[in-house]
Nanobody, 117 residues
Framework: QVQLVESGGGLVQPGGSLRLSCATSEFIVSRYTVSWYRQAPGKERELVASIARTDDSTYYTDSVKGRFAASRGSGKMMAYLQMYNLKAEDTAVYYC??????????WGQGTQVTVSS
């Protein structure tokens, strides 16, 4: 497993933007499928976005399409999640996850995103 540390969360007003970062101990980030999940209070963890290891294709859950953009990092940064036009329903703890070609998945500790006026 690799170590992952998310940062960039915080309190933002509706319509605002945030950029989440996922730092890693791994040297070659391209070896991993990188995903962003979120978990709101009382709800199950859901997949928000992912970048495939094989071809860098991206996936977004319907509720964030057109508003969120996931990108792969370089160096000691595994990935980023740029979030625009944030809504109250985006409030959650956001987690970075990385899966290698053997299916071993690592998780970060999460970063809180709160969208409120």
């Amino acid at each position: 497993q690799v170590q992952l540390v998310e940062s960039g969360g915080g309190l933002v007003q509706p319509g605002g933007s945030l950029r989440l970062s996922c730092a890693t101990s791994e040297f070659i980030v391209s070896r991993y499928t990188v995903s962003w999940y979120r978990q709101a209070p009382g709800k199950e963890r859901e997949l928000v976005a992912s970048i495939a290891r094989t071809d860098d294709s991206t996936y977004y859950t319907d509720s964030v399409k057109g508003r969120f953009a996931a990108s792969r990092g370089s160096g000691k940064m595994m990935a980023y999640l740029q979030m625009y036009n944030l809504k109250a329903e985006d409030t959650a703890v956001y987690y970075c996850s990385a899966e290698n070609l053997w299916g071993v998945r690592s998780w970060g500790q999460g970063t809180q995103v709160t969208v409120s006026s």
